[in-house]
Nanobody
């Protein structure tokens, strides 16, 4: 019922920028958490940025000051603006949504998130 689809990945040189988009359909919760995660080669999936229904955001230290999460007015499109990209940012990026906010503050851990996109590849060359 809930569909999540990422787009906007691609190749960029070091120091460049990309904007990822995430379309969420069939999502009816008024209170929620949505976020961006990534999996780097040979590493476990990690949370990058989350946003709740009120627009409150949180970021993992590794991307603070470089990545910005946002949502449109209709709240069915999520964005991740990435700047100052580094080769170590290369990996598969995922969009995720929970099934109604399950925690007082959205967490960067993956456990509350039930709906996931297929992922989009980001490659940063040096």
């Amino acid at each position: 019922q809930v569909q999540v689809e990422e787009s906007g990945g691609g190749s960029v040189q070091s120091g460049g920028s990309l904007r990822l988009s995430c379309s969420v359909s069939g999502y009816i919760y008024s209170r929620y958490c949505m976020g961006w995660f990534r999996q780097l080669p040979g590493k476990e999936r990690e949370g990058l940025a989350v946003i709740d229904d009120q627009g409150v955001t949180d970021y993992v230290d590794a991307v603070k000051g470089r990545f910005t999460i946002s949502q449109d007015n209709g709240k069915n499109t999520l964005y991740l603006e990435m700047s100052s990209l580094k080769p170590e940012d290369t990996g598969t990026y995922y969009c995720a949504a929970d099934r109604g906010r399950r925690t007082p503050i959205c967490t960067l851990l993956g456990w509350p998130y039930d709906h996931w996109g297929q992922g989009t590849q980001v490659t940063v060359s040096s």
